[in-house]
């Protein structure tokens, strides 16, 4: 038990201390999180609410693929990234190699097959009167969509939940494409993964507990905000 | 008045075929009963006439007396939807207050909100709902809710009604409270009503005319009374009067 109360008080002692280079690290971290949920949300969002209710050919394939990528693993998905960004990639006259740019396309590729495929569920779990009885009530396609979101509200919040955790607690993309560069790139997990490489355990172990802590405060924020709205 | 007008529909899923070649005109301004068994095409009919589902076949229209230009055919169209509404047998309610369901047809159609407001006090009025405006829909009991979706119906002040059996196992406080939401909106509104029932006590009460489904045709209209005493057709017999086609 010393390791890991030894690694408590360290933790605590480094959130007291409010030390800028551990700041700049958590303020990153969340950063691109954020920035890549939002983005994979703006797009799988729609997605996934489409995908279970438009009919086309192929649904059934596209459906099958989201589930299977949501357990996509990261270094493949950081690697596919590298290689696009790099100099001789199609996206390499961009240069956004190792930059946090780089790390948000590559959280957001992870996510996105998560979001798409929870808010599908979560719009399959729906009524499936609910769109016929928003049409008999005058709505309009795009009103009856809408109505069909608002209805899924609370599984689209969880499916954004989920692809934020995917996010922070991913290291494997990130390391890829940001490089873990100090004061540019290190993000919470980079640094953990350095300095367990580098036998500082108790920081790691440190920084671990604050990361972890830092994913249930934003949970609870906002599920806060998910249960005040109307 | 308006009512629907069906020319030659057919309705096919499938090799399945639903309805064949029905057409008919609800007389406008009545409560019309549709009757008969389970798997006779009721529900299919209704969804066609509520504009949601397309027809295989034929064609579907609004027709208001003395106004033939409003003739809507296009199936998909908003404008002739907004005309019509439908109640399904088990109410789909929103996830959100009694209230906000009420208001939900009406701020789609972008009514002023004095309106709203106004339409909203009487819908929950006429459902006998206004100690539970405020609570979530969802927590409503089986004849709260089905009052709910009729008056849903009801603040759009409809010119056509479809209800598919709404009335299907309900406390009798609720059904004279439909009935009497029925003809509330019948007196004030002029709407045609098209009635699907398998109760048929409650169905003899408050229809005015008889249409009776079976094997994907619709045959009728039919006055009430004497549909019940001497069943037209054969099919209508054994459904009225179960188990007489052993005797």
Not at chain 1, 172 to 189: F, P
Not at chain 2, 105 to 128: D, F, H, K, S, W
Not at chain 2, 167 to 188: F, G, H, K, T, V
Request: net charge positive.
């Amino acid at each position: 038990m010393n390791w890991f109360l030894e690694a408590a008080a360290r933790a605590a002692q480094l959130i007291i201390s409010g030390d800028p280079e551990l700041l700049g690290i958590v303020a990153l971290s969340l950063a691109v999180s954020f920035a890549a949920t939002a983005l994979a949300g703006g797009l799988a969002v729609p997605a996934g609410v489409a995908l279970a209710l438009v009919r086309f050919p192929g649904r059934g394939a596209v459906v099958s693929a989201c589930n299977a990528l949501m357990g996509m693993p990261p270094v493949v998905v950081g690697l596919a990234v590298f290689l696009l960004l790099s100099r001789r990639g199609a996206l390499g006259r961009l240069e956004l190699l190792f930059t946090p740019a780089a790390m948000v396309i590559a959280q957001a590729i992870l996510v996105l097959p998560i979001v798409a495929a929870l808010t599908h569920a979560a719009v399959m779990g729906l009524d499936p009167l609910l769109r016929d009885t928003a049409r008999t009530l005058g709505a309009s396609r795009v009103q009856a969509a809408r109505l069909v979101i608002a209805e899924a509200r609370y599984g689209i919040m969880a499916a954004l939940f989920a692809g934020f955790g995917r996010a922070i607690a991913e290291v494997g993309a990130v390391l890829m494409v940001g490089g873990n560069i100090q004061g540019l790139t290190r993000v919470m997990t980079t640094t953990i993964a350095m300095r367990t490489a580098m036998g500082d355990d108790s920081l790691a172990l440190a920084l671990g507990m604050i990361l972890i802590g830092l994913a249930l405060a934003v949970n609870a924020l906002f599920y806060r905000i998910q249960r005040g709205a109307p | 008045m308006t009512t629907i007008l069906l020319r030659r529909v057919s309705r096919r899923l499938g090799r399945l075929e639903i309805l064949r070649d029905v057409s008919l005109r609800f007389p406008e301004g009545r409560i019309s009963l549709l009757l008969g068994p389970n798997g006779a095409g009721k529900t299919t009919l209704l969804r066609l006439a509520a504009f949601l589902d397309t027809p295989s076949a034929g064609s579907i229209a609004l027709e208001s007396a003395g106004d033939a230009s409003r003739v809507a055919d296009a199936v998909t169209a908003l404008a002739p939807r907004r005309r019509v509404t439908m109640v399904f047998q088990r109410p789909v309610l929103f996830a959100c207050s009694v209230r906000a369901n009420l208001a939900y047809p009406l701020r789609v159609r972008g009514l002023p909100q004095p309106e709203c407001q106004a339409r909203i006090a009487q819908g929950l009025q006429v459902a006998a709902l206004e100690p539970l405006a405020g609570q979530d829909a969802r927590r409503l009991s089986g004849g709260e809710g089905q009052r709910l979706a009729l008056a849903r119906a009801y603040v759009i002040r409809p010119e056509v009604l479809l209800l598919d059996e709404p009335s299907a196992n309900l406390d009798p406080a609720s059904r004279e409270r439909i009935e009497a939401m029925l003809r509330d909106m019948q007196a004030r509104f002029g709407t045609t009503i098209v009635y699907a029932s398998h109760d048929l006590d409650h169905a003899r009460r408050i229809g005015q005319a008889v249409y009776f489904a079976a094997k994907g045709t619709v045959n009728g209209p039919y006055e009430v009374e004497a549909f019940f005493e001497s069943p037209p057709i054969r099919e209508a017999e054994t459904y009225l009067r179960p188990g007489s086609g052993f005797g």
